[in-house]
Structures are given as structure tokens and as C-alpha cells.
Nanobody
């Protein structure tokens, strides 16, 4: 079992930055691939970024590539999402998720956090 708690969401202006964190409880954090997803009102949950257990592989959605960076600190059982050059289209609830292997779809992930709201004003 893995429990995930996101933090760091908030309100930011267009062009600004935010950093999200996801703290995991449970054993063997480094064996889990971690993903970030987001869901805007009226839309389906979509993939944002993911990171393998070692941190060596980091796929991104095309919409965030070059602006967002995912990283992890296995000693702290935490995964991060640094978001730069934010725009109103990035407004959503952001979720972190854990899976045994790396994937880019919601169905791949077994454990989910409760989400944190990110709002980008124009």
C-alpha cells in the first residue's frame, strides 16, 4: 500500500511558476514509478509527466514539455513537479500517482493522491 499526499498548489499569474510535491508513505518508494496527471473542469484526467523509480526516465506530455520538470528524492519519499511559464490552460487539479512500472495512462496507476488545485489567471 502507498499513500500519496500532494502539496504546493495555488493561484499564479500567467507566466509564473509553481512547484508541486507529492509525499509518499509506505515502503520501497524507489521501486515505484510516479506519475503526475491533471483534470480540468469538464475534462478527462490527462497525463502530464512521469518518472521511473531510478529517476532516469521522464516522459512528458507534449503540452508541458520544456516548461515542466519532474524529479524525485527517494531518500525523502517525495516526487516533485516544477511548473514554469504557466498559462490558463494549465489550470486543473493535479494528482500524483504510483505504479509498479512506468506508464502514461491513468489506468496504469494503482495509487492516487487527493489532488491539489492549480489556478493560472490571465
Amino acid at each position: 500500500q502507498v499513500q500519496l499526499v500532494e502539496s504546493g498548489g495555488g493561484l499564479v499569474q500567467t507566466g509564473g511558476s509553481l512547484s508541486l510535491a507529492c509525499a509518499a508513505s509506505g515502503r520501497a518508494f524507489s521501486t515505484y514509478a510516479m506519475g503526475w496527471f491533471r483534470q480540468a473542469p469538464g475534462k478527462e484526467r490527462e497525463f502530464v509527466a512521469a518518472i521511473s523509480g531510478s529517476g532516469r526516465t521522464t516522459p512528458y506530455a507534449n503540452s508541458v514539455k520544456g516548461r515542466f520538470t519532474v524529479s524525485r528524492d527517494n531518500a525523502k519519499n517525495t516526487v516533485y513537479l516544477q511548473m514554469n511559464s504557466l498559462n490558463p490552460e494549465d489550470t486543473a487539479v493535479y494528482y500524483c500517482a504510483a505504479a509498479g512500472t512506468l506508464g502514461v495512462t491513468t489506468t496504469w496507476y494503482d495509487y492516487w493522491g487527493q489532488g491539489t488545485q492549480v489556478t493560472v489567471s490571465s
